[in-house]
């Protein structure tokens, strides 16, 4: 939940650029603070061990290079943890943007990704700086699922090559890429598809047993090994085969352009990474203080403000979009985080990790990469949120596969903010019909008071014979 207490403007103002806040009430309380410390940076390096492989893999399924997954984590941990509003929130890559990247890079190029993700930054930014937080607040729960669903099947599909060891691209739009699916399994290269369902069964198994063991790094150290070293002969597609060798240069500025585009073209992708990035943030800040029973309510407002930093900055270096992650900012909190430290030291061991290793990342398989992703997309769809959108009504569940499948055939703003206005139309038409039955039946009472008739009777009115069933107690007339 969000905070409560009211405060003016500038009170909100100077929250923004103070640093050591609220976030850090455990250091303030304990009287051992070096204890805080040393859980802060252990939460960290685990947390940078699960983020690694994740950030390369939703870097290649985004269309960007490997490495950009991981600088893009680190940054975003950094300027998050200093900026946020959260206590506990962990920023990178997610699922939820790997859509809208691709989409982007793929019709524009990056320049143009760099510039949206740079108008988009500005306007969270300035959602913070209003104090426009609570608004997300309306969007129906259906459509976060609906939209998540959606996402979460664009992506398994867009592994299937990567899974299946393929190496040409299959299409650009999702039923281009499901057309070609059958035709895949023909021609499927049988060791590729035995490390991908090792990478899916292995990391699915470990992350049961503890969230102290970093699965997917294990599975791609082993999946590596395995591809290199035992079936070398079998030629499985690695990373180098797509992006080359990656060297120890991770860190590059990016001048952001519109280039022969126009400015018309920039509405649909800065809506779409300014509505992901701020909805996806405040979310996870939210399950974060739910988790964790934290007493101090995330700032949705300083939130939104961090959040937009970080699209402003991480494109510049070699970055792309980045929010909070909901599985990374979960696992930060159950292996012990005691504030936003936890965020800043995790950033600074990815770098740290990736000046040694990042020239290992080459040989890395691409079927490692479809089986992560696969899982996530697995993951990301909740039997519990699914049965709950059922259990809410017809109209929920409606608008639920209405986003899911508009998210599919279109793009994740067109689906969202369609769906949201017909949520709302429909919610403005049923009330007002409602309303028109009510005045009715007032008018049809007269001037006496429906408990007056609901004490005479409960089902109908003993002076008109008007049904009163199901109004009783609900309204009077005045």
């Known amino acids: 939940m969000t905070r409560h207490r009211d405060s003016t403007w500038s009170e909100e103002l100077r929250a923004f650029v103070t640093f050591w806040d609220e976030r850090f009430e455990d250091y303030d309380k304990s009287k051992c603070k070096l204890l805080c410390l040393f859980r802060d940076a252990t939460a960290a ?35 998050g943890g200093l900026c946020g509003g959260s206590k506990y929130q962990v920023y990178g890559p997610t699922a939820a943007f790997i859509p809208i990247i691709a989409g982007i890079v793929n019709r524009f190029d990056v320049p143009f990704l760099i510039l949206s993700s740079l108008i988009a930054g500005i306007l969270i930014l300035l959602l913070g700086v209003f104090r426009l937080g609570r608004f997300f607040e309306y969007v129906p729960h259906s459509i976060i699922v609906g939209f998540t669903v959606g996402i979460a099947t ?8 990567n899974v299946l060891g393929e190496t040409n691209q299959i299409g650009r739009h999702f039923l281009e890429k499901l057309s070609h699916v059958p035709e895949m399994f023909v021609n499927a290269h049988a060791h590729a598809l035995l490390l991908a369902l090792f ?50 240069s991770l ?44 007493h ?39 292996v012990g985080a005691m504030s936003p430290l936890a965020s800043i030291f995790k950033g600074i061991s990815v770098i740290v990790l990736m000046l040694f290793y990042a020239s290992y990342l080459s040989s890395v398989p691409m079927a490692f ?12 769809i909740k039997l519990h949120e699914l049965k709950l959108v059922f259990k809410s009504g017809k109209l929920h569940v409606g608008l639920m596969f209405y986003t899911a499948l508009m998210t599919l055939v279109t793009d994740l703003s067109v689906a969202v903010i369609s769906a949201t206005a017909l949520y709302y139309v429909i919610k403005v038409v ?37 049904q009163l069933s199901g109004l009783a107690g609900k309204r009077s007339v005045k």
């Open 45 to 79: 390096l685990v947390v940078a061990l699960v983020a690694i492989p994740l950030g390369i893999g939703f870097s290649i399924a985004s269309g960007m290079r490997p490495e950009q997954g991981i600088i893009a984590g680190a940054v975003a941990g950094l300027i």
């Open 154 to 161: 664009i992506i398994a599909v867009s592994q299937v090559p």
């Open 199 to 248: 990478t899916f069964f292995i990391v699915r198994q470990l992350n049961k047993i503890s969230v102290y063991i970093p699965a997917a790094l294990l599975s791609m150290v082993i999946c590596t090994f395995t591809a290199n070293y035992i079936w070398h002969d079998h030629l499985i597609p690695l990373v180098s085969t797509q992006y080359g060798d990656i060297g120890k």
């Open 251 to 294: 860190f590059a500025f990016t001048a952001p352009s519109l280039g022969e585009f126009a400015p018309a073209d920039l509405i649909i992708p800065v809506l779409s990474i300014a509505f992901i990035g701020a909805l996806e943030s405040l979310l996870s800040s939210r399950m974060a203080d739910r988790l964790a029973d934290n």
């Open 296 to 334: 101090t309510p995330y700032n949705a407002n300083k939130e939104l403000f961090g959040q937009g930093l970080v699209n402003i900055t991480v494109p510049l270096l070699n970055g792309f979009p980045c929010t909070g992650a909901l599985a990374r900012t979960a696992t930060n909190i159950k």
């Open 369 to 380: 990469v479809g089986g992560l992703l696969v899982y996530v997309a697995c993951n990301m």
């Open 430 to 466: 049923v009330e007002r019909h409602m309303k028109i039955r009510i005045e009715s039946y007032e008018h049809a009472l007269g001037a006496v008071p429906i408990t007056d008739h609901a004490a005479a009777s409960p089902e109908k009115c003993p002076q008109c014979g008007f």
